[in-house]
């Protein structure tokens, strides 16, 4: 059974910034396995699709959506089976629900995620 637990949201203000975490456990990322799966951070705006906003190879590699690159970074600490997501200069049209899945993402892994609010 996997599990992906994301942490970190809030409300912040225009411009602010926050770090998104995400653990995982289970059997594919059993110790030692983590790394070699490719990791992605996802986000559902109200009324919107789910859509891919980072991804993070085993590797280290990363590519991000047009609409974030130059303000979030993805990273991987695979001693922790951790993924977080730093996200700066934040605008109100990040608000969303963010999760964490494998990348490209599986079904059965969505979690809870945590829901980001970017308001004055």
């Known amino acids: 059974q996997v599990q992906l637990v994301e942490s970190g949201g809030g409300l912040v203000q225009p411009g602010g910034s926050l770090r998104l975490s995400c653990a995982a456990s289970g059997s594919i990322f059993s110790i030692g396995m983590f790394r070699i799966y490719a990791m992605g951070w996802y986000r559902q705006a109200p009324g919107k699709q789910r859509e891919l906003v980072a991804a993070?190879?085993?590797?280290?590699?990363?590519n991000y959506a047009d609409s974030v690159k130059g303000r979030f970074t993805i990273s991987r600490d695979n001693a922790k089976n951790t993924v977080y997501l730093q996200m700066n200069s934040l605008k109100p049209e990040d608000t969303a629900v963010y999760y964490c899945?494998?990348?490209?993402?599986?079904?059965?892994?969505w979690g809870q995620g945590t829901q980001v609010t970017v308001s004055s």
């Open positions: 899945n494998t990348h490209p993402s599986n079904q059965q892994f």
């Open positions: 993070i190879t085993g590797g280290g590699s990363t």
